[in-house]
């Protein structure tokens, strides 16, 4: 799960990175719109957290404008502003969810939970190629009536491969997906990720694209 954090405050962005870093969440942040906007276009999150007091551009501005191009895109909105008319407007502009600040960790982290599940019930959630079937609602991977025990790495590498089934994914593309900006990575990490995942599914369903990433294929 990719998380985009648009949060200008560094004390609460750090410590939220930090807090949802640990859970497994793979957190970017950014603290204008300006480059939340460019980094919704490029990167793909799955969920935006959106702080509404931003230096270059008012949050509801931003959020229309990525609803603009994403209708379905989840954002989580978090403001100082507490009253039921900022409430109205933020759900109005297409926000998914509203949290005022000050909030609990535990209140956030149950919110993206609830976006979360609706995430993967809007999209269809089982993906099957050849004898390996993917579930995202119960992030379960099956192979011939058997279960894989995958780490979460393991887990979202698989996933963005079978998502995108017959596109060659670069090693950039799966390093983003895996890891958050500025996170300590190994320079083969990715290899040895691949490595376990073929021990664990067999060798020839991840598709090796020499000098380029890798790819599943459906035949
Ligand atoms: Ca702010």
Redesign the pocket.
Known sequence: MLILLV???RPLAFSLQTALRKLGYVVNHVENGETCLHVVATEAPDIVIL?L??PDMDGLKVLKKIRHTSTTLPILLLT?RDSINDKVMGLDSGADDYLAKPFEMTELLARLRVLERRLSTAKSTKITIGNVSLDAATQTVIQQDHELELSRKEYMLLKSLMENAGKVLTRATLENRLYSWGEEVCSNALEVHIHHLRKKIGTDFIKTVRGVGYKVTQA
Do not use: I, R, V
Request: charged content about 55%.
């Open positions: 949060e200008d405050d702080d007091g931003l100082a």
